[in-house]
Each structure stands twice: as structure tokens, then as C-alpha cells.
């Protein structure tokens, strides 16, 4: 998830703000020493491109040749195209940014152990749009992401799959050894819930603690396993592949496309579409004995 918003409000807010963009831009200066275009960055106040940069290349420890020349291509893309977005012109080169900074690495047989097999529970399926109530790959929000949770009796899970990597950059095509981490309070623009057997949550279960261990965005990811799980739980969403004019090396599931396919379903008397903006619940709920 990424945000549009500056991170503190008011004079006080402002202050720091350009505090901190002269601490991140002398950063990215040390990273990048004879490639730093001083000119670029002197002229960028945008707070939010200065920290996905940073991000990018100090936050992930990427002050190689590689990152350096990638960060120096997306530079010229904006320069020659000041309507380019830094999300886009980073997608363009084939890199996409992962927000995983409030989502915790867990095993999910522990996380999903308080569940009883024997009976029904509630499956929801989750899904933060890049761009909320469009189907772009690309946006504010990064990529997006797509993910699940499961709640019975007062017991609250929610749970996504991600490349398992410290640094939040990724490659598109490339594959990642793959971990399920928690999306608690994490943002979202559209959801679709309904009721499932004891069978369908132990089949969902079963699945998640068996994940694919492999991910990648084109063939296996976020998207893929949120499809997955829903359909597992009898949600029958559809699994349509997608790409954008602003990469040749995407072609797989998004977060933005499967949201507006969930928005054209209507809820019923066992399946309830959300479409208003939230965050999704906390943890709740503990094993008994």
C-alpha cells in the first residue's frame, strides 16, 4: 500500500516533511555519488517519489551498478515525460514495489491453528486496487494487493502471499521463494464474503499451509492465491489474465482487474460485496484449551 498524502499534516507536519526529504535526498546522493542528477532532485519536492527512491535503493541496501542505472533510466523516462508517474516509469523498466511494511512473515499452520475443522466459518476475499475502482496495473498503491481472511467465532485471520525478500523491489517475471505473511489493518477498496463448510475451511487451510512456493508475478502471486482461496470457498471469481501498455514483461493477475470484476458481482442471500473503502480487522481471537 502506498500513500498519496504527505506524512504528518500542518506547519509542524511541513517542517518535518522537508526535513526529512534534505536527510533522504543527501541519502540518495551518497547511494548514487557521480550518477546523482543534482538538477532532477533539486526541482522534485514530490515527498512521496523521493521516498519510494530511497525505498528502493537505501531502505533495500541497492547502491549496486544495476539499481544505480535503473534509477538513472527512470529519471530521463520522467524528465522526457513530466505526466509519468515514478510507480509507472518504474513498471515501465520492469520493477514493481512490494508493500509489505505492516505485513509479518508468519508460518501458516500457527496462524490458522485457533480454527475449528468440524465447522462452518466466513471467507472474505480482500483486494486494495492500485488505482481504487479501476482495473490499471499501476498506481498510487503500488500494484495493489489481493488477500484473504477467514473468521469463526470470534477467532480473526487475514493472510496474503508475497515474495519472501528483505527489500521491497521485484522484478517482473522473475521467480521468489514465496512466504504467506498477515494483512491486518491493512487497506482495501472492495471484498467479497460468504459463508463456507467445515470442509471448504479445511480445504482452504490445507492449501495455505501448503502454498506454492514459488512466486512470480506473471505466473503465481498475490492475485493468484486470493483467486485460489475464494474459489476454494465456492466464490467461482474468475481468473483473467491482464497487461499494460507500460510493460511488454507483465502478463498475469492484478489487483486492479480482479476488484472491478468482484464490483460487477452482486451480493446475495450467502455472498456479500462490499465496494466502500476500509481497513481490514486486527488479529482477534486466541486458541482455548
Not at 60 to 82: E, F, G, K, R, V
Not at 169 to 179: L, P, Q, T
Amino acid at each position: 500500500m502506498s500513500s498519496t498524502s504527505s506524512p504528518c499534516d500542518g506547519d509542524v507536519g511541513v517542517i518535518i516533511e522537508l526535513e526529512n526529504l534534505v536527510v533522504k535526498k543527501q541519502d540518495l546522493a551518497d547511494c548514487l555519488q557521480e550518477s546523482y542528477n543534482q538538477e532532477w532532485f533539486n526541482e522534485n519536492f514530490d515527498y512521496n517519489d523521493i521516498n519510494l527512491i530511497h525505498e528502493f535503493l537505501i531502505d533495500s541496501n541497492n547502491c549496486d551498478s544495476s539499481s544505480i542505472s535503473a534509477i538513472n533510466t527512470i529519471i530521463d523516462l520522467m524528465t522526457a515525460d513530466p505526466d509519468l508517474e515514478l510507480e509507472e516509469a518504474l513498471f515501465e523498466i520492469g520493477i514493481i514495489i512490494i508493500d509489505s511494511d505492516t505485513a509479518v512473515k508468519v508460518n501458516p499452520a500457527e496462524e490458522l491453528n485457533c480454527f475449528d475443522l468440524t465447522q462452518e466459518a466466513t471467507l472474505t476475499v480482500y483486494v486494495q486496487q492500485p488505482w481504487e475502482n479501476s482495473d490499471n496495473v499501476i498506481g498510487p498503491n503500488q500494484v495493489g494487493h489481493a488477500f484473504i481472511g477467514i473468521e469463526q467465532g470470534g477467532i480473526v485471520r487475514q493472510v496474503g502471499y508475497y515474495p519472501d525478500k528483505d527489500s521491497s523491489d521485484v522484478e517482473i517475471g522473475n521467480d521468489y521463494e514465496a512466504a504467506i505473511k498477515t494483512n491486518y489493518n491493512y487497506l482495501y477498496h472492495v471484498s467479497i464474503s460468504q459463508n463456507i463448510s467445515s470442509e471448504q475451511l479445511t480445504d482452504i487451510i490445507n492449501y495455505t499451509i501448503d502454498f506454492p512456493s514459488t512466486y512470480n508475478t506473471n505466473n503465481y502471486a498475490c492475485t493468484d492465491f486470493a483467486i485460489n482461496i475464494g474459489n476454494l470457498g465456492g466464490m467461482n471469481l474468475p481468473s483473467t489474465e491482464t497487461s499494460s501498455i507500460l510493460s511488454n514483461a507483465f502478463a498475469g493477475r492484478s489487483p486492479g482487474l480482479l476488484g472491478q470484476e468482484i464490483r460487477a458481482i452482486n451480493s446475495t442471500a450467502t455472498t456479500t460485496i462490499s465496494t466502500t473503502s476500509a481497513n481490514s480487522p486486527e488479529r482477534q481471537g486466541e486458541c482455548t484449551d
